[in-house]
Nanobody
Framework: QVQLIESGGGLVQAGGSLRLSCAAS????????MGWFRQAPGKEREFVAAISRTGGSTYYADSVKGRFTISRDNAKNTVYLQMNSLKPEDTAVYYC???????????????????WGQGTQVTVSS
């Protein structure tokens, strides 16, 4: 059973940057496709980004494309989310999770993921 722990969140001004990390324990992350989601107060959890097992393929929500970059270091058993040009609407709790299957079909649906971490708060002030 893999356990995921997110870190790197915080308070930043609009236009700033943060780098989130998702560290795994229990099993190697290289086995799984991984994803980042976020949830703002009163809203549903939404897809942010996903990455294939080797990192060769990445997927992004339109709202973050060109600003966020997902990456992974399988040797360190960690997945990252580099967030640049942050906007107040990026404010949310950010979660990482692993795919339940070995495909990326409907990669944007939260139901396709499991082993959710506890989340890390990102707050962007205007």
């Amino acid at each position: 059973q893999v356990q995921l722990i997110e870190s790197g969140g915080g308070l930043v001004q609009a236009g700033g940057s943060l780098r989130l990390s998702c560290a795994a324990s229990g099993r190697t992350l290289s086995t799984y496709f991984m994803g980042w989601f976020r949830q703002a107060p009163g809203k549903e959890r939404e897809f942010v980004a996903a990455i294939s097992r080797t990192g060769g393929s990445t997927y992004y929500a339109d709202s973050v494309k060109g600003r966020f970059t997902i990456s992974r270091d399988n040797a360190k058993n960690t997945v990252y989310l580099q967030m640049n040009s942050l906007k107040p609407e990026d404010t949310a709790v950010y979660y990482c999770a692993r795919r339940k299957t070995y495909t990326m079909d409907s990669y944007y649906l939260a139901d396709g993921y499991t082993s959710w971490g506890q989340g890390t708060q990102v707050t962007v002030s205007s």
